[in-house]
């Protein structure tokens, strides 16, 4: 019998999905991974990794798979932190906050989900267009940017998010389906 969060990632999926292949952090088992913070692999120094492969999940979002530092070691982010991105676009240097929607279970890499604002977002725009894999971004993570940890305390919690606020709440929903009891997920869509 699936979990409810497994159903969840399924339903998103099949709202968002064109693609025949589902990428594994929008279909895996939901682990439990807690890790404080200070120990993720970015540092406040930004540093270079490449993208390792791209997948398109819908018309205008892609999960980005990117290699670590250290290839032999998860990610170990906070729950429901960022990271950074930089690059180089038009001369100019831009940097977005990015929340990975993997979990820290998986070693040597991570995944974001990314969605394509069109020509005029410059970041999106290279994530979801015109990164090759093998091409590299540069990514830190600062302290500040570590929010309230898993497990949570409120035995009730609503979270009502919407674009940049839905890759934190699939990280605050895996913790919380397998740290709490009873959830109720309402999922909505643009694509349903």
């Known amino acids: 019998m699936k979990s409810i969060l497994q159903v969840f990632l399924c339903l998103l999926i ?7 292949y589902q990428p594994p952090s929008l279909s895996g088992k939901p682990t439990k991974n807690l890790v404080p913070p200070g120990k993720c692999q970015f540092t406040e120094e930004f540093v270079s990794v490449p993208l390792l492969e791209r997948i398109a999940v819908s018309s205008t979002s892609s999960v980005l798979r990117f290699g670590l530092p250290d ?33 820290n279970e998986l070693t040597g890499c991570f995944d974001l989900l990314i969605k394509d604002y069109g020509a005029n977002a410059k970041m999106s725009k290279l994530m979801c267009q015109d990164l090759k894999v093998g091409d590299s971004v540069e990514f ?6 570590v929010k ?36 109720l997920i309402c999922f909505v869509n643009s694509n349903v």
């Open 14 to 20: 099949i709202t968002m999905s064109k693609a025949n």
């Open 71 to 103: 290839t032999s070691a998860p990610l170990n982010l906070s729950t429901c932190a960022c990271i950074l991105a930089k690059a180089e676009i038009g001369g100019e240097a831009v940097i977005r906050p990015y929340t990975p929607i993997s979990t």
């Open 140 to 145: 830190k993570h600062i302290a500040f940017n």
């Open 148 to 183: 309230i940890q898993a497990p949570f305390k409120p035995t009730k919690i609503c979270m009502l998010v919407g674009g940049t606020g839905i890759t934190p709440m699939v990280q605050a929903v895996c913790l919380m389906l397998l740290c709490c009891g009873h959830q």
